[in-house]
Protein backbone atom coordinates (compact mmCIF):
# COMPACT_ATOMS: atom_id res chain seq x y z
CA UNK A 1 0.00 0.00 0.00
CA UNK A 2 1.37 3.58 -0.42
CA UNK A 3 -0.14 6.87 0.17
CA UNK A 4 0.57 9.78 -1.70
CA UNK A 5 0.20 13.46 -0.82
CA UNK A 6 0.26 16.47 -3.17
CA UNK A 7 1.99 20.21 -2.64
CA UNK A 8 3.39 22.96 -4.26
CA UNK A 9 0.09 24.02 -5.34
CA UNK A 10 -0.92 27.20 -6.15
CA UNK A 11 -1.48 30.69 -7.81
CA UNK A 12 1.05 31.72 -10.44
CA UNK A 13 0.83 34.13 -13.37
CA UNK A 14 1.19 32.94 -16.97
CA UNK A 15 4.98 32.72 -17.81
CA UNK A 16 5.90 31.94 -14.10
CA UNK A 17 6.96 28.61 -12.51
CA UNK A 18 5.75 26.50 -9.66
CA UNK A 19 7.58 22.63 -8.19
CA UNK A 20 4.72 20.06 -7.16
CA UNK A 21 5.98 17.61 -4.50
CA UNK A 22 4.14 14.37 -3.79
CA UNK A 23 5.64 12.42 -0.91
CA UNK A 24 4.93 8.93 -0.76
CA UNK A 25 4.52 6.90 2.27
CA UNK A 26 5.92 3.23 2.26
CA UNK A 27 9.84 2.11 2.40
CA UNK A 28 9.46 0.35 -1.56
CA UNK A 29 9.18 3.65 -3.12
CA UNK A 30 12.12 3.48 -5.33
CA UNK A 31 10.55 0.55 -6.96
CA UNK A 32 7.45 1.96 -8.10
CA UNK A 33 6.98 4.22 -11.34
CA UNK A 34 5.82 7.37 -10.63
CA UNK A 35 2.97 9.88 -12.78
CA UNK A 36 1.32 13.15 -12.78
CA UNK A 37 -1.67 13.62 -14.13
CA UNK A 38 -4.23 16.77 -14.05
CA UNK A 39 -7.55 17.37 -14.58
CA UNK A 40 -9.16 20.62 -15.27
CA UNK A 41 -13.32 22.00 -15.02
CA UNK A 42 -15.32 19.93 -17.02
CA UNK A 43 -12.37 18.08 -19.09
CA UNK A 44 -11.32 14.12 -18.47
CA UNK A 45 -7.94 13.33 -16.61
CA UNK A 46 -5.41 13.19 -18.77
CA UNK A 47 -1.40 12.25 -18.31
CA UNK A 48 1.22 15.19 -17.97
CA UNK A 49 4.77 13.20 -16.84
CA UNK A 50 5.86 9.76 -15.80
CA UNK A 51 9.14 8.30 -14.54
CA UNK A 52 10.52 4.56 -14.22
CA UNK A 53 11.42 3.37 -10.88
CA UNK A 54 14.97 3.48 -11.66
CA UNK A 55 14.88 7.27 -12.44
CA UNK A 56 15.52 6.35 -15.99
CA UNK A 57 13.21 6.58 -18.55
CA UNK A 58 10.77 9.61 -18.69
CA UNK A 59 7.51 10.18 -20.73
CA UNK A 60 5.54 13.62 -21.31
CA UNK A 61 2.48 14.73 -23.10
CA UNK A 62 3.21 16.82 -26.09
CA UNK A 63 1.46 19.58 -24.33
CA UNK A 64 4.27 19.54 -21.60
CA UNK A 65 7.61 18.98 -22.97
CA UNK A 66 10.19 21.48 -22.92
CA UNK A 67 8.32 23.35 -19.89
CA UNK A 68 7.87 20.27 -17.34
CA UNK A 69 10.60 18.17 -15.82
CA UNK A 70 9.77 15.28 -13.66
CA UNK A 71 12.03 13.86 -11.02
CA UNK A 72 12.49 11.84 -7.82
CA UNK A 73 14.63 11.44 -5.01
CA UNK A 74 14.07 8.06 -3.54
CA UNK A 75 15.71 8.74 -0.46
CA UNK A 76 13.46 11.62 0.52
CA UNK A 77 10.40 9.18 -1.29
CA UNK A 78 9.24 12.31 -2.84
CA UNK A 79 8.22 12.84 -6.85
CA UNK A 80 8.94 16.24 -7.93
CA UNK A 81 7.03 18.06 -11.20
CA UNK A 82 8.83 21.37 -11.77
CA UNK A 83 6.79 23.60 -13.83
CA UNK A 84 7.73 26.16 -16.39
CA UNK A 85 6.47 28.77 -18.71
CA UNK A 86 3.29 28.02 -17.53
CA UNK A 87 0.04 28.71 -19.08
CA UNK A 88 -3.72 29.45 -18.42
CA UNK A 89 -4.16 26.08 -19.98
CA UNK A 90 -1.78 24.31 -17.43
CA UNK A 91 -4.97 25.07 -15.14
CA UNK A 92 -5.86 22.21 -13.33
CA UNK A 93 -5.87 20.00 -10.30
CA UNK A 94 -2.71 18.33 -10.66
CA UNK A 95 -2.90 14.38 -9.13
CA UNK A 96 0.12 12.23 -7.97
CA UNK A 97 0.22 8.54 -9.01
CA UNK A 98 1.69 5.15 -8.16
CA UNK A 99 2.33 2.06 -9.89
CA UNK A 100 4.66 -1.18 -8.72
CA UNK A 101 4.74 -1.84 -12.28
CA UNK A 102 8.04 -1.33 -14.79
CA UNK A 103 7.74 -0.47 -18.17
CA UNK A 104 10.64 0.63 -20.82
CA UNK A 105 8.33 3.94 -21.29
CA UNK A 106 6.78 4.85 -18.04
CA UNK A 107 2.77 4.16 -18.58
CA UNK A 108 0.51 7.12 -20.02
CA UNK A 109 -2.61 5.73 -19.08
CA UNK A 110 -4.59 6.56 -15.81
CA UNK A 111 -6.03 2.94 -15.78
CA UNK A 112 -2.11 2.04 -15.41
CA UNK A 113 -1.90 3.31 -12.00
CA UNK A 114 -2.90 2.02 -8.64
CA UNK A 115 -2.69 4.70 -6.15
CA UNK A 116 -3.65 8.29 -6.24
CA UNK A 117 -3.30 11.54 -4.02
CA UNK A 118 -6.03 13.94 -3.06
CA UNK A 119 -4.40 16.16 -6.06
CA UNK A 120 -2.99 20.23 -5.41
CA UNK A 121 -4.89 23.21 -7.56
CA UNK A 122 -2.78 24.89 -9.87
CA UNK A 123 -4.11 28.17 -11.35
CA UNK A 124 -2.74 30.28 -14.14
CA UNK A 125 -3.57 33.80 -14.68
CA UNK A 126 -3.35 36.01 -17.69
Known amino acids: QVQLVESGGGLVQAGGSLRLSCAAS????????MGWFRQAPGKEREFVAA????????NYADSVKGRFTISRDNAKNTVYLQMNSLKPEDTAVYYC???????????????????WGLGTQVTVST
Open 26 to 33: GRTFSSYT
Open 97 to 115: AATPDYALRPPARSTDYDY
Open 51 to 58: ISWRSGPT
